[in-house]
């Protein structure tokens, strides 16, 4: 939390002090792909840190019937990264994918891991074509409901949904006896 002594020469348009942090300014583009990196190095830590003979792991202790594998969920994460950012591209969806669930092709842990890579990189560079002017214009929404959203607010559902995943690949690690990565 910012203190007053820092806070007061903002609010009152006063020189800072010589010992007091300078804030800097970034732009839109920087904030929402420093996230977006957040978000990646969150998603391979825990993808790094799973076994791969535990990557078709899903907990059978409670309501978990029918839920994707750890595998599942990173594919899923990379699918949904490539429909979103696609969509602030204005770059096809990709269609051979048949469900949210990514191409059914990929099976290895190293095919998943570069797909999941190749959507972050797709992320990154849909990213970086957001500027204060285009933020928050209307596109196409790609999501089944159709309608408008905005760049900035793809961006930020993307690296929610990362998020979302994270903590529930958290859950996974722990009931297949994984420690989960600091």
Known sequence: MLSVSILTPLV??????????????SSLTQVLNERLTGAERIMFSLADAMPEEKYP????NGEFKGMRSFAGHLKHVAFSNTVMFSAILGEPIPTDDG?????????????????LRSSFTLAHRAVGTINEQNATLAIKNPSAKGGSTTRMGLTIDGVA??????????????????????
């Open 57 to 60: 792991f899903t907990p059978t």
């Open 12 to 25: 009152f348009g006063q020189k800072q002090s010589e010992t007091a942090p300078v804030l800097t300014t």
């Open 161 to 182: 949904h990362c998020f979302m995943h994270y903590g529930e690949l958290l859950i996974y690690m722990r009931a297949a006896g994984v420690l989960p990565p600091d």
């Open 99 to 115: 469900s949210e669930d990514g191409p059914a092709a990929i099976k290895t842990r190293a095919e998943l891991l570069e797909y």
